[in-house]
């Protein structure tokens, strides 16, 4: 099956710690994306990356960190430095600019 | 600013029912307009993926169509079911790398 897969499901983590989402993906898209959900918000773009050893920043990446050493594969560390890292990460990759696909997400709780 | 609006914030309406999602954006030079939907919790789902160069989308019993002159998109859902209760994104692409995103729709369809 094709998809895209994030882990874990839920993250927890105390205040102070660096932490890394996963997100890999077998669809063979070149550009890949990591956003950030809160309630009553829409998604906003945190990192985003079209191909292999590249990537950008998008609106909200203070405090975060990205690599794309692989087409599969772009995980998302969260820092120290970001202010309030609770929240629900979600990832997708599209080819260019057409459909994006999403996977199912990772709900990360800082205290 | 580029902008995404989805009114109302949420809808309730009994089995049944046909009903029409509204979306609209700033600057009518889009590139594609994206629904999906999403369920508690989960990740995304793409419905429909509608081009600039098109004015509608069908799939199953959803209907989306597009008018950029008045920068409006609406997702028709017919014979509504209790299973299509969820949140409901509208996405705008304006010929960038990214997407922006509304804040959403939530429906509850009861029996």
């Known amino acids: 099956d094709g998809g895209i897969t994030q882990s874990p499901k839920y993250l927890f983590r105390k205040e102070g710690q660096n932490v890394t989402l996963s997100c890999e993906q077998n669809?063979?898209?070149?550009?890949m994306y990591w956003y950030r959900q809160d309630p009553g918000q829409g998604l906003r773009l945190i990192y985003y990356?079209?191909?292999?050893?590249?990537?950008q920043k998008g609106d909200i990446a203070e405090g975060y960190s990205v690599s794309r050493e692989k087409k599969e594969s772009f995980p998302l560390t969260v820092t120290s430095a970001q202010k309030n890292p609770t929240a629900f990460y979600l990832c997708?990759?599209?080819?260019?600019?057409?459909?994006?696909?999403f996977g199912p997400g990772t709900r990360l709780t800082v205290t | 600013k580029q902008e995404v609006t989805q009114i109302p914030a949420a809808l309730s309406v009994p089995e049944g029912e046909n009903l029409v999602l509204n979306c609209s954006f700033t600057?009518?030079?889009?590139?594609?307009l994206q629904w999906f939907r999403q369920d508690p919790g989960k990740g995304l789902t793409s419905l429909l993926l509608?081009?600039?160069?098109?004015r509608e989308q069908t799939s199953g019993r959803l209907n989306a169509s597009l008018d950029k002159s008045s920068g409006r998109s609406t997702l028709y859902i017919a014979a509504s079911q209790p299973g299509d209760s969820a949140t409901y994104l509208c996405?705008?692409?304006?010929?960038?790398?990214?997407?922006?995103f509304g804040t959403g729709t939530r429906l509850q369809v009861f029996p």
């Open positions: 997708a990759s599209s080819v260019g600019q057409r459909e994006q696909y």
């Open positions: 600057d009518s030079a889009i590139y594609n």
């Open positions: 509608i081009q600039s160069s098109q």
């Open positions: 669809l063979n898209h070149d550009a």
């Open positions: 996405a705008v692409n304006w010929f960038s790398d990214k997407l922006i």
């Open positions: 990356s079209q191909i292999v050893n590249d990537f």
